[in-house]
């Protein structure tokens, strides 16, 4: 019993890792299944050659992303009463920009498709998670 405690209640304390750690590893979920489906994940943007989104650079991206969206909250922690609020929208905002290589970039239909998706799983992830952390 000591151990499921223990397991519980180390969840609870990190709560804003958890939600990071969770929204860095979900687009390397999506990533493996587009390679799986067959997508060739490759992108061309506007004249520069073509590159790979490999594994590596799917996790690196979706860490960077999500430490700056938590470093974000913290900030607004800082100067606002409403930070949930104003990052919430932030977060939104981010996540429509972040669109935009993904429709600009030449790439196949499925390489698209799991692009976007892993745009969308990571702020499903990481939205709700950081707000939860932030209402404790």
């Known amino acids: 019993m000591t151990a499921a405690k223990t397991t519980r209640t180390s ?7 958890t939600a990071v750690v969770l929204a860095t590893t979900a687009p390397a979920v999506v990533w493996l299944a587009a390679k799986a489906a067959g997508a060739d994940m490759e992108v061309t943007m506007h004249g520069q050659p073509t590159m790979r989104v490999g594994l590596p650079l799917v996790l690196i991206a ?23 609020a104003a990052w919430t929208v932030l977060s939104g ?43 404790t």
């Open 11 to 17: 969840g609870a304390r990190h709560p804003q890792i």
């Open 62 to 84: 979706a860490l960077l992303a999500n430490l700056a969206g938590w470093s974000a909250l913290l900030l607004l922690r800082r100067v606002t009463s409403r930070s949930r």
């Open 93 to 135: 905002i981010v996540l429509l920009v972040s669109f935009a290589p993904v429709i600009s970039a030449r790439a196949s239909t499925g390489t698209t498709l799991a692009l976007a998706v892993m745009h969308l799983v990571v702020a499903a992830v990481l939205v709700p998670g950081l707000r939860r952390a932030t209402a």
